[in-house]
């Protein structure tokens, strides 16, 4: 690494090779099959980025290590967010009027909130981010994060209860 980071293509080449085969067996014990190739891939890429942060007085494995532990973890929460199967062409679709209606009252209702609210309730309750992981997209401390989705849903209810027309 250290003659990558001094320009050497040769060896940057190789420790590239080295490293893939090292993440290969690291994702494989870790991950579904088809996920490894991306994980790998991942993990070059951020260590590509990151070469300049390595410091030659210490050992490379505990800093590729650490790096691809944040790309399993990365990984990881992927896989949690995508759909489990595929859908049969045997599924019922219904109408999607009241999915349309739900949205757009939704959005109307948010439109009521400060932007911090309705942000902060559209990552965690809508969309199904974590409070940290909304907390690093807003730019916000985690309970600032919960502070404002506890006032703004309590808005959204009190919102709701004064409109006659929302079911």
Known sequence: MAAAQDGHGGAYR???VEMSAWLTRYFTRRLPAGEVDDAVQETLMAVHRRRHTYDP????GPWLAAIAKNKWV????????RPDGELSEDVA???HEASVVST???????EALRPAQAQAILLV?????SVNEASSR???SPSAVK??????????????EKTPDVE
């Open 14 to 16: 190789r420790l590239l």
């Open 57 to 60: 007085c210490y050992p490379l």
């Open 74 to 81: 990365d990984q990881l929460r992927s896989l949690a967010r």
């Open 93 to 95: 679709v219904g109408d």
């Open 104 to 110: 757009s009252v939704l959005a109307t209702l948010l």
């Open 125 to 129: 309750k809508v969309q199904g981010y």
């Open 138 to 140: 807003i730019g916000l």
């Open 147 to 160: 502070m404002n989705i506890h006032r703004g849903l309590a808005r959204l209810t009190a919102l709701i």
